[in-house]
C-alpha cells in the first residue's frame, strides 16, 4: 500500500485475488504492485535476513561480537565491481554481475592470503580480510576519481549508498536460490557454531573438522552477503547490530538465535525500506537510514551493558 501511487488496502487485496479469482482490477494498480512492489519487499526481506544471519554467524564463528558480514572484505570487492560496470557504462544487470564477481573475488583472495601464512588462527583470516577490504576501498575511490563528475560519479556515490528501488522480479530470479540455499545451510548447522565458539581445541577434541566447517561457513556467509550487495548495494549495521537484538531476546544459543536474527533481519530492513521511500518525496538512500538508526542503537547497547557473548 506504501508509496508515491496510493492504493488502499481493499484494492490491494482485489488485485492479489484477480491472480486466482475471476475479478477485474485497476491495470496501473496490478503493475505497480507486481511489478514494483511485491519484488522490492521481498527483496528487502532477503537482503535483511541474508546479512544479519551473516552477521550472527561469523561472529560466532570468529567469537568476537563486532564482526560484521563485510568482514572478509566482500562489501568492499562488490562496491569495486559496481564501480567499474557504472565507469563502463554497462546496464544495470551488468552492474549486479560485476558487483557478486567481485565481492566473491575479494573474499577468496583473503582466503587464500590467510593460508600464506602458517597459523590456523581465525584472527589472521580477519586481519588479511581488512587489508584486501582496504585495498579494494582505495580501487574504488580511484574509479570515482576518473569518473565523469556530471553523470558517472553520481551515480556510482548512489549505488554504494544502498537502495532497492530498481530492484525487479527478473533479479530476484538470480539470487533468490543461491541465497535461500546457503540460509537452510547455515540453519541446519546452526548447533556447531555453538561448538566452534568455545574454542577450536575444544571443537576439535569434540569430533568437529573446524577447517572444513569454518570454510563451509565463509562460503554460505560470502554468497548471501556478495547476493544482498549486488541487488542492494552497501547497507551497513544491518549483520551487526540485528543479531546483538536477537541475542537481548533469545540468548547466545546459536540453535535459537540464528532463526530469531533471520526474522528480525527481514522485518527490520523492509520496516526501513518504507520509512525510506515514504518519509519525503524523494527516495532516501537505505544506507543512510540503516546508519542514522543503527549507530545510536549500537551505542546504547554499549551504555546499557547489554551486549552479552556468553
Given at each position: 500500500?506504501?508509496?508515491?501511487?496510493?492504493?488502499?488496502?481493499?484494492?490491494?487485496?482485489?488485485?492479489?485475488?484477480?491472480?486466482?479469482?475471476?475479478?477485474?482490477?485497476?491495470?496501473?494498480?496490478?503493475?505497480?504492485?507486481?511489478?514494483?512492489?511485491?519484488?522490492?519487499?521481498?527483496?528487502?526481506?532477503?537482503?535483511?535476513?541474508?546479512?544479519?544471519?551473516?552477521?550472527?554467524?561469523?561472529?560466532?564463528?570468529?567469537?568476537?561480537?563486532?564482526v560484521s558480514p563485510?568482514?572478509?572484505?566482500?562489501?568492499?570487492?562488490?562496491?569495486l565491481g559496481a564501480?567499474?560496470?557504472?565507469?563502463?557504462?554497462?546496464?544495470?544487470?551488468?552492474?549486479?554481475?560485476?558487483?557478486?564477481?567481485?565481492?566473491?573475488?575479494?573474499?577468496?583472495?583473503?582466503?587464500?592470503?590467510?593460508?600464506?601464512?602458517?597459523?590456523?588462527?581465525?584472527?589472521?583470516?580477519?586481519?588479511?580480510?581488512?587489508?584486501?577490504?582496504?585495498?579494494?576501498?582505495?580501487?574504488?575511490?580511484?574509479?570515482?576519481?576518473?569518473?565523469?563528475?556530471?553523470?558517472?560519479?553520481?551515480?556510482?556515490?548512489?549505488?554504494?549508498?544502498?537502495?532497492?528501488?530498481?530492484?525487479?522480479?527478473?533479479?530476484?530470479?538470480?539470487?533468490?536460490?543461491?541465497?535461500?540455499?546457503?540460509?537452510?545451510?547455515?540453519?541446519?548447522?546452526?548447533?556447531?557454531?555453538?561448538?566452534?565458539?568455545?574454542?577450536?581445541?575444544?571443537?576439535?577434541?569434540?569430533?568437529?573438522?573446524?577447517?572444513?566447517?569454518?570454510?563451509?561457513?565463509?562460503?554460505?556467509?560470502?554468497?548471501?552477503?556478495?547476493?544482498?550487495?549486488?541487488?542492494?548495494?552497501i547497507i551497513g549495521?544491518?549483520?551487526?547490530?540485528?543479531?546483538?537484538?536477537?541475542?537481548?531476546?533469545?540468548?547466545?544459543?546459536?540453535?535459537?538465535?540464528?532463526?530469531?536474527?533471520?526474522?528480525?533481519?527481514?522485518?527490520?530492513?523492509?520496516?526501513?525500506?518504507?520509512?525510506?521511500?515514504?518519509?519525503?518525496?524523494?527516495?532516501?538512500?537505505?544506507?543512510?537510514?540503516?546508519?542514522?538508526?543503527?549507530?545510536?542503537?549500537?551505542?546504547?547497547?554499549?551504555?546499557?551493558?547489554?551486549?552479552?557473548?556468553?
Open positions: 500500500m506504501i508509496g508515491r501511487y496510493p492504493i488502499s488496502p481493499i484494492e490491494v487485496i482485489t488485485v492479489i485475488l484477480s491472480k486466482i479469482l475471476p475479478i477485474e482490477c485497476d491495470n496501473i494498480a496490478e503493475t505497480v504492485i507486481f511489478q514494483i512492489r511485491i519484488p522490492r519487499i521481498i527483496a528487502a526481506m532477503l537482503v535483511g535476513a541474508g546479512l544479519s544471519i551473516s552477521g550472527a554467524s561469523f561472529q560466532g564463528l570468529f567469537k568476537n561480537p563486532l563485510d568482514i572478509l572484505g566482500v562489501s568492499a570487492g562488490a562496491s564501480s567499474i560496470a557504472i565507469l563502463l557504462s554497462l546496464n544495470l544487470f551488468y552492474i549486479q554481475i560485476f558487483a557478486l564477481l567481485f565481492g566473491l573475488t575479494a573474499v577468496a583472495i583473503t582466503y587464500f592470503v590467510s593460508r600464506l601464512v602458517k597459523s590456523s588462527s581465525n584472527l589472521v583470516l580477519v586481519l588479511s580480510g581488512m587489508a584486501v577490504g582496504s585495498l579494494f576501498s582505495a580501487l574504488t575511490s580511484f574509479t570515482k576519481y576518473v569518473a565523469d563528475p556530471y553523470e558517472k560519479l553520481p551515480a556510482i556515490v548512489f549505488w554504494l549508498m544502498g537502495s532497492l528501488s530498481s530492484v525487479s522480479n527478473k533479479d530476484l530470479l538470480v539470487v533468490i536460490f543461491p541465497m535461500l540455499v546457503s540460509i537452510m545451510i547455515l540453519l541446519l548447522i546452526r548447533w556447531k557454531i555453538n561448538v566452534i565458539s568455545i574454542g577450536d581445541e575444544e571443537a576439535r577434541s569434540l569430533g568437529l573438522n573446524t577447517k572444513k566447517f569454518t570454510t563451509l561457513m565463509i562460503i554460505c556467509c560470502t554468497i548471501l552477503t556478495a547476493s544482498a550487495v549486488c541487488i542492494s548495494g549495521w544491518v549483520g551487526l547490530v540485528i543479531p546483538h537484538i536477537g541475542r537481548m531476546i533469545v540468548g547466545p544459543d546459536h540453535r535459537k538465535l540464528l532463526p530469531a536474527t533471520l526474522s528480525l533481519g527481514a522485518s527490520y530492513l523492509l520496516l526501513v525500506d518504507n520509512f525510506a521511500r515514504a518519509l519525503t518525496t524523494v527516495e532516501i538512500p537505505l544506507g543512510i537510514l540503516t546508519a542514522i538508526m543503527g549507530a545510536p542503537f549500537f551505542i546504547y547497547l554499549l551504555k546499557k551493558s547489554k551486549i552479552g557473548w556468553s
